[in-house]
């Protein structure tokens, strides 16, 4: 799989949106863009995936650069329970399981 | 149950001790896999499963470690004669089909320690 470059930590207001950046400079055209998150002494969990077009779901919205190297996930409205650490990751048709790197560890103020 | 299910939660072995550790996944689901994950780290990728088929075992750390999906549902995670790396959370996950279009759901984990 394709590395991944993310800030390690980042830190935001609880009720204000959260912007959490990806770098995907060396994708393939047919890597897939995953978002997980960690909570906690919790597995992964997963958020949100596209290819090449914007993705919104009940969780977040995936935002890809038209280039595809990069894409952002947004948090609309940060909650506590969004602290978490938060992985992109690319996947390929050909590959087997999820790579993960070091991710982004989501800090909420209150 | 609803979600992917691993037991036990807590494994405390003495070195040198062999231990497994079992996961339930959802039921139908063709893939699972098996993930290793150190204090502090993202989870590493141990092994791969398509129904009873272990189509990728490259992350397999050692020939002490073994996994076994013989019915193509519940798995085992074995690892004989534990050292203290083996120390980690051991994460399952499965997905109703091959992953790159599709969500994987992970269980809450086994955390080994060795002592």
């Known amino acids: 799989d394709a590395k991944t470059t993310q800030p390690n930590s980042m830190e935001s207001n609880e009720e204000e949106p959260v912007h959490l950046p990806c770098n995907h400079s060396?994708?393939?055209?047919?890597?897939?863009i995953h978002w997980y998150r960690q909570l906690p002494s919790q597995g992964p969990e997963y958020v949100i995936h596209?290819?090449?077009s914007n993705v919104n779901n009940r969780m977040a919205s995936l935002a890809i650069a038209e280039d595809r190297k990069s894409s952002t996930l947004i948090l609309h409205r940060a909650t506590l329970r969004d602290a978490a650490v938060y992985y992109c990751i690319l996947r390929d048709r050909s590959a087997d399981g999820l790579t993960f790197g070091k991710g982004t560890h989501l800090i909420i103020q209150p | 149950g609803a979600g992917v299910s691993q037991s036990p939660r807590y494994k405390v072995a003495k070195r040198g001790q062999d231990v497994a550790l079992r996961c339930d996944p959802i039921?139908?689901?063709?893939?699972l896999f098996w993930y290793q994950q150190a204090l502090g780290q993202g989870p590493e990728f141990l092994t791969y499963?398509?129904?009873?088929?272990?189509?990728?075992k490259s992350g397999l750390p050692s020939d002490r470690f073994f996994a076994e999906r013989p019915e193509g549902s519940v798995s085992t995670l074995k690892i004989q004669r534990t050292q203290q790396e083996d120390s980690a959370v051991y994460l399952c996950?499965?997905?109703?089909?091959?992953?790159?279009?599709?969500?994987?759901?992970f269980g809450q984990g086994t955390r080994l320690t060795v002592v």
């Open positions: 996950a499965s997905s109703l089909v091959e992953l790159s279009n599709t969500e994987a759901f």
């Open positions: 039921s139908g689901h063709v893939s």
């Open positions: 060396t994708i393939s055209g047919t890597d897939y």
């Open positions: 499963f398509q129904n009873e088929a272990q189509l990728d």
């Open positions: 596209g290819l090449t």
